[in-house]
């Protein structure tokens, strides 16, 4: 009989971070409240080899986990207890002396044994792109192989992967092995490398340019609410790491937050608001805010749901901070939902099923009973399981209602249609059938963000990251009517510049959702989708006219063609008109608005608490990303910016912010200081 280990590494996504903070008073006047990052390296105390894919962690949480030469690294309150467990090994718990920074660990081999275990191979595409497939490794072929040829029989069975699955001999791959311990009586423990950021997925970010409005007056671009970046952006730093470049989303960092921007009038689906000021990197530079407003609908008067809950139970789900988590988050959304709203689930693994036809909400005990019924095993024919969602949302289709799909995955799709350009043309068949695509991801290690941000794109619908309960009851509670009911459908916006004030212009963020200038006007082409009380900003990096600056450059003049005359500027008073275009939920024809933006810049202390935080939010990316367009950013800037800024505050998300901020600053110290060394 086969026995199957679940790494307790996976607590290090479940745990992610603790609930944000309700305001106490709490006064701790001891040096152990003060965050240190501490470094080092677990090795096996037989044989001296690093110990990969342990995990760190304290207070029941974990952190962090080794990397490929056992080395870690982790910010933790000084003096704290460090837990360290590895399957195969005895967990060890260390408590830290005052300001003790380096902590090595020597971990004793555990009794335990292994029938079967699984490894995956995978390939490096690129720098965020890597695929693989899953081999099966027993005990006995451990046990036969002598102690100097065990990687080369890992090696070997990776390579018959790529050969097989990826159509290119000789292609080179890494192990990645789940759980993998030699039998004590073998007297070998094999080595053991668990996921990395580098077996995650996340698509390439070019990002936006400074651009002379004479020559390229308009910016075009897709409103997006989606905040999956931050969460995950989160779930890296509170494990010790710094983010992969490509999974930072600036406009998804800044939108996690709710802004108090006024709400519609007249009846209006979304209302603007705006604001100029220097912006904090280059007080020669100025600040653009554009704040849209969705209207706010009390729960009894939203349409009826057709629902169906497509859930991801394959094997690479079943690790504690997927489909455990999965249910927990499914089961809050049930305890929302009315009498007349209806759920249907699917689920997939190597194959699709229909676990529950469409069943009215107010029978949420047997919806309930369902999802805790659902067990993770098997291959991932997501795509079937796409198809299969979108033909029962049909067939229960609503005409005046919100015929919506979530599906809850870690993206790691490899049975059938599974590549993003497959994902891509399976969703654009459905893009009129009314049906909108929500996507919940969950996990680490081999999550697939740029598949499921294509989805969640082409489908009509939101994408969110879940690393842990808090972020499940900020989606399905505190924002359930945004993450399910839509408002205004096929947002766009289009910015022109008066090359009179403004010499170049830079769009921060939205590099996936830009619109040629000509889509701005076809209402055949998909803008963003705006929920109940959604709020969406977008910031606008401005050089004025006559500062001297190192992002704009000329061309020699043409050779086949006369150059056209300059431009003639006007002299308004005017820095940019804003034009933003939406469609009713059910409608298939847009209503354009605009509002103009007048050269008087607000000093820092006349802004807003909401413009100034995320200033300070677009400033943090820059930094994660290592922008080129940073200029002066300072992450202390970033920090106190934030502090000033936190304004009310009541579910401590703001707050929470400012601590990952203190913990990247600390991260930066550490690794500015390696460096050196």
């Known amino acids: 009989m086969r026995k199957y ?113 699984v490894i995956r191979g995978y390939v490096k595409r690129n720098r965020d792109e890597t695929t693989g497939s899953s081999y099966i490794v027993t005990g006995k072929e451990v ?20 050969t097989q699955n990826f159509g290119a001999v000789g292609m080179r791959g890494t192990v990645n092995i789940r759980g993998l311990a030699a039998q004590s009586t073998y007297g070998y423990t094999a080595p053991r490398v668990s996921a990395t950021p580098g077996t995650e997925s996340y698509g390439h970010i070019n990002e936006n340019q400074f651009i002379d409005p004479k020559s390229t007056p308009l910016s075009t671009f897709a409103v997006d609410v989606d905040a999956a970046s931050y969460a ?41 608001q705006t ?81 529950l036809e469409s069943t009215p909400a107010s029978d949420k005990q047997k919806i309930k009973d369902v999802i805790d019924q659902l067990g993770a095993g098997g291959s991932t024919a997501g795509g079937a399981g796409i198809m299969m969602a979108y033909d029962i949302a049909k067939k229960n289709f609503l005409k005046k209602g919100n015929n919506r799909i979530i599906l809850a995955t870690d993206g790691d799709f490899n049975v059938g249609p599974s590549t993003n350009k497959d994902m891509k043309e399976l ?21 697939k963000d740029s598949k499921m941000e294509l989805l969640a794109d082409k489908g ?54 830009l619109m040629a200038k000509e889509d701005f006007n076809n209402d055949t082409k998909l803008g963003g989708d705006m929920g109940v009380g959604h709020t969406v900003t977008a910031l606008y990096e401005i050089i004025p006219v006559g500062v001297k600056d190192s992002f704009t450059g000329s061309v020699d003049p043409l050779k086949y063609q006369k150059t056209e005359e ?61 922008s080129q367009f940073k200029q002066d950013s300072k992450i202390e800037q970033v920090i106190t910016m934030a502090k000033k800024a936190k304004g009310d505050d009541d579910n401590g998300y703001r707050a929470e912010f400012i601590r990952l901020a203190e913990s990247t600053r600390d991260m930066m110290k550490t690794t500015a200081v390696t460096a050196a060394k």
């Open 5 to 117: 280990f679940i790494l307790l590494a996976a607590l290090v996504s479940f745990t992610g971070v603790a609930a944000p903070v309700v305001k106490t008073s709490i006064v701790i006047s001891s040096h152990h409240n003060k965050l240190i990052t501490v470094t080092g390296k677990i090795v096996d105390g037989t044989n001296g080899r690093a110990v990969v894919g342990a995990t760190i962690g304290t207070d029941g949480k974990g952190l962090t986990q080794s990397d490929v030469d056992g080395k870690y690294t982790v910010v933790v309150n000084n003096g704290a207890t460090l837990v360290f467990i590895s399957l195969g090994y005895t967990s060890q718990s260390i408590k830290l002396k005052p300001n003790q920074t380096v902590l090595n660990v020597s971990l004793v081999a555990d009794s335990k044994s292994l029938n079967e275990v």
């Open 143 to 162: 046990q036969d192989n002598p102690v100097g040829n065990v990687e080369q029989l890992l090696q070997g069975k990776v390579a018959g992967a790529n």
């Open 232 to 272: 995950n952006v989160r779930r890296f730093i509170n494990a010790g790491q710094l983010p992969p470049k490509n999974a930072v989303r600036i406009e998804e960092m800044i939108n996690y937050f709710k802004y108090n921007l006024p709400e519609p009038t007249s009846g209006e689906p979304v209302a603007i």
């Open 275 to 355: 604001e100029l000021a220097a912006a904090p990197w280059n007080p020669q530079h100025q600040l653009v805010r554009i704040g849209l407003k969705a209207k706010n609908v009390k729960l009894d008067k939203l349409p009826p749901s057709n629902l169906v809950f497509l859930i991801d139970v394959s094997g690479s789900m079943s690790e504690p901070n997927k489909l455990p988590l999965v249910k927990t988050s499914m089961k809050m959304l049930v305890d929302q939902l009315r009498p007349i709203d209806n759920v249907a689930i699917v689920t997939y693994a190597g194959s699709v099923g229909v676990r």
């Open 427 to 447: 969703i654009e068949e459905e893009r009129g059938s009314g049906v909108s695509l929500s996507i919940l991801g969950f996990g680490m290690g081999n999550y």
């Open 460 to 513: 009509h619908g939101n994408y969110a990251y879940i690393d842990n309960i808090t972020e499940a009851t900020k989606s399905m509670v505190t924002e359930f009517g945004g993450t399910l009911f839509t408002v205004a459908k096929d947002v766009k916006l289009q910015v022109e510049f008066n090359p009179g004030k403004v010499q170049a212009y830079r769009l921060l963020g939205y590099e996936d959702r």
């Open 566 to 626: 300059a431009v003639k500027v006007n002299t308004s008073s005017e820095v940019m008109t804003i034009k933003f275009r939406y469609k009713q939920p059910d409608g298939d024809k847009s209503k354009m608005e605009l509002v103009t933006v007048k050269d008087k810049p607000l000093s820092q202390a006349n802004t807003s608490t909401d413009f100034r935080f995320a200033a300070a939010v677009a400033e943090y990316g820059m930094l994660l990303r290592d």
